[in-house]
T-cell receptor, first 112, second 116 residues
C-alpha cells in the first residue's frame, strides 16, 4: 500500500538548534513529495515540494529537504530554528493515481 | 496563495442527525477536491476524491452512503455526514487542486465535528 512514515512524533528543541525530520515513502513508481506545516490554529500550508530535478529542494522560511531515491526518503531540515517554527509538520507523497498519502506528522516545539 | 474555506469550522450535533460541511475555493476553480479525516495525533486519512460533475471516488473502507459528497460546481464541494454517531466525531479537512496549476493542493481550515 502507498504510505508515508514519519518518525519521532514529538520533537522539542531550543531556539537556534538544527532540526531534521525524517520521512520515508513506500515505493509506487513516480512520486511527488511534499512537506506541509500547520501552525497552531491555522491551515495546512505547503513548505516545499519535489517533482523532479535537483534533489535538494529549498522552501519557505529557511526550510530545505533532500530527496534520496535509493533510501525512499525526503527528510526536512532547518539549520537554525526559531520559536515561530513551533508547529506540526506533515510529509506527503502523491503517487501516479493522484492520491496523496500523509505521514502521521511531527509535533515540533521550539523553546525560546 | 489560493484560499480554501470550510464551513462550519465547528459543529456539534445529536446522534442520528445529519451534518453538512462545505468546502469552497475562493479565488480559483477546482475540478478536484479531496476530503480527509484526522484523528487526534494521527495522520490525515483520505476519505474520498470529489470530482466536479461526477460521482466521488471513495477510499476503501469509507462508507459512501454515510459520507455523501457532492461537487456541484467548480468552487464548491460538500460533505454530508448522515445519521451521525459519536464515532464520527473527528476533524474533517478538505483540499482543492486548481484546475490550472502545478498540482499543488490548498487546504481548508478544517471542521471539527462533535456528535453527542
Amino acid at each position: 500500500a502507498q504510505s508515508v512514515s514519519q518518525h519521532n512524533h514529538h520533537v522539542i528543541l531550543s531556539e537556534a538548534a538544527s532540526l531534521e525530520l525524517g520521512c520515508n515513502y513506500s515505493y509506487g513508481g513516480t512520486v511527488n513529495l511534499f512537506w506541509y506545516v500547520q501552525y497552531p490554529g491555522q491551515h495546512l500550508q505547503l513548505l516545499l515540494k519535489y517533482f523532479s530535478g535537483d534533489p535538494l529542494v529549498k522552501g519557505i522560511k529557511g526550510f530545505e529537504a533532500e530527496f534520496i531515491k535509493s533510501k525512499f526518503s525526503f527528510n526536512l531540515r532547518k539549520p537554525s530554528v526559531q520559536w515561530s517554527d513551533t508547529a506540526e509538520y506533515f510529509c506527503a507523497a502523491r503517487y501516479g493515481n493522484n492520491r496523496l498519502a500523509f505521514g502521521k506528522g511531527n509535533q515540533v516545539v521550539v523553546i525560546p | 496563495g489560493a484560499v480554501v474555506s470550510q464551513h462550519p469550522s465547528r459543529v456539534i450535533c445529536k446522534s442520528g442527525t445529519s451534518v453538512k460541511i462545505e468546502c469552497r475555493s475562493l479565488d480559483f476553480q477546482a475540478t478536484t477536491m479531496f476530503w480527509y479525516r484526522q484523528f487526534p495525533k494521527q495522520s490525515l486519512m483520505l476519505m474520498a476524491t470529489s470530482n466536479e460533475g461526477s460521482k466521488a471516488t471513495y477510499e476503501q473502507g469509507v462508507e459512501k452512503d454515510k459520507f455523501l459528497i457532492n461537487h456541484a460546481s467548480l468552487t464548491l464541494s460538500t460533505l454530508t455526514v448522515t445519521s451521525a454517531h459519536p464515532e464520527d466525531s473527528s476533524f474533517y479537512i478538505c483540499s482543492a487542486r486548481p484546475s490550472l496549476g502545478t498540482g499543488e493542493l490548498f487546504f481548508g481550515e478544517g471542521s471539527r465535528l462533535t456528535v453527542l
